[in-house]
């Protein structure tokens, strides 16, 4: 393990390959939802500690049952329903726990179990750190920071999104490109905006 490659790894994730806006995942509440910055905020909240957890339980998965019983072959379908289960029971324990979060998570933690962001991070993890059926020297501090990575990216998109449709609605926008066409239009422009870091060295 390296500072190096864990700095590699924010950049990348938060910046280079931004899970919504270069690797396209999790678009429906991009668009869906980012139209109130709290709304927005609380959504990406819940991506985050959900990302970072199945990480932390996919790559253990992965490692100790699937690989040693050849059953890798079941990687998508086990990491689908390893995320539900642990969504339902992280929503268990939150409204048992802190009745004041899971207020504020709302119907959102509920959500993230379609949300492809998830899987899509469970499944990179695996593909990044394992090589012909082994793990990588720090293979699983570096996932589960890549899942964290990923939901502060996540995070990013979301409040980048937010601001400028909130700012949008004091405007006078045309009729016809009211609400999603605009969402769109935006979401495009930022995508484009965030191709630069494509050209970053590090």
Do not use: H
Not at 49 to 74: E, H
Not at 76 to 83: A, N, R, Y
Not at 112 to 119: F, K, Q, S
Request: hydrophobic share 60%; with cysteine; charged share 10%.
């Amino acid at each position: 393990m390296s500072i190096q490659q864990f700095l590699t790894i924010f950049i990348s994730s938060v910046f280079i390959y931004n899970v919504i806006l270069s690797r396209f995942l999790g678009l429906c509440p991009f668009v869906a939802i980012s139209k109130d910055t709290k709304q927005a905020f609380a959504m990406s909240a819940a991506v985050t500690f959900v990302i970072t957890a199945s990480s932390v339980v996919t790559w253990l998965i992965y490692r100790f049952i699937l690989l040693p019983f050849n059953l890798a072959y079941l990687r998508t379908i086990s990491f689908v329903l390893i995320i539900a289960a642990l969504v339902q029971l992280i929503e268990m324990v939150i409204r048992k726990t802190s009745p004041v979060l899971y207020r504020a998570f709302g119907i959102y933690l509920t959500l993230i179990t379609t949300n492809c962001a998830v899987l899509g991070a469970a499944v990179l993890n695996v593909d990044m750190f394992f090589i012909d059926g082994y793990a990588v020297a720090g293979g699983f501090y570096y996932a589960v920071f890549q899942g964290f990575c990923m939901g502060l990216g996540y995070t990013l998109a979301m409040l980048i999104m937010s601001g400028i449709r909130e700012r949008l609605e004091l405007c006078n926008v045309p009729r016809a490109f009211k609400d999603f066409p605009l969402a769109f239009i935006i979401a495009a422009v930022l995508s484009l905006s965030f191709m630069g870091f494509s050209g970053f060295k590090f």
